[in-house]
């Protein structure tokens, strides 16, 4: 079985600071692991993926996140927010021969102007 | 191109009433799936489509929800004898078969509402 976790429900930056949302991962197989952003009243978009290839993974908006094994993480940052981050974020885990997504609980970003 | 509808977008309906929730996958996805969505909850897994079978239904909370997609590509989720837990957003998502980590594509969901 495998599992998310993601810390903070709710995380406030400055614009221009530092975006930081945690997630720490639990699975008995190698998984995949994704981000997704929800913007009010939408659907999910995926904003990156990591599929065992590389462990820094590169997204959409200028989001990345590394896959760190012995620390089970998969934390996702941007160097400089802005206001159109505001948005709630999913961590979600896939097992490798299992179609299904899990996700966890997110984390609404607030931009502070 | 188009991507995943769902209609309606918004459903209110009176506990104890059945009621049916449509999703139009993207042209040519063959894999579908079906996820409900709590207030200040991730989405959660119902049931995943392979073709016109489901290949995984494990997530379905019960016998009242049931899902179909005769012909491949359009599916329903019916919910009989609705609950006021029943309320939700349920989204629908689909991607293409064959590779675990494609991405799925997910609609903007149906918010359902059981008084």
């Known amino acids: ?113 | 191109g188009a991507g995943v509808s769902q209609t309606p977008s918004n459903k209110v309906t009176e506990k104890g009433k059945y009621v049916e929730l449509r999703c139009d996958p993207i042209s040519g996805h063959t894999a579908l799936y079906w996820y409900r969505q709590s207030l200040g909850q991730g989405p959660e897994f119902l049931i995943y489509f392979q073709g016109t079978g489901a290949a995984d239904d494990s997530g379905l909370p019960n016998d009242r929800f049931f899902a179909v997609r005769p012909e491949g590509s359009v599916s329903t989720l019916k919910i009989q004898r609705t609950e006021r837990g029943d309320s939700a957003v349920y989204l629908c998502a689909s991607s293409q078969a064959g590779v675990t980590y494609n991405e799925q594509f997910f609609g903007p969901g149906t918010r359902l509402t059981v008084l």
């Open chain 1, 1 to 113: 079985a495998q599992s998310v976790t993601q810390l903070g429900s709710h995380v406030s930056v400055s614009e221009g600071a530092l975006v930081l949302l945690r997630c720490n991962y639990s699975s008995s197989v190698p998984p995949y692991l994704f981000w997704y952003v929800q913007y009010p009243n939408q659907g999910l978009q995926l904003l990156l993926k990591y599929t065992s290839a590389a462990t820094l993974v590169k997204g959409i908006n200028g989001f990345e996140a590394e896959f760190k094994k012995s620390e089970t993480s998969f934390h996702l940052t941007k160097p400089s927010a802005h206001m159109s981050d505001a948005a709630e974020y999913f961590c979600a885990v896939r097992a490798f021969g299992n179609e299904k997504l899990t996700f966890g609980t997110g984390t609404r970003l607030t931009i502070i102007p």
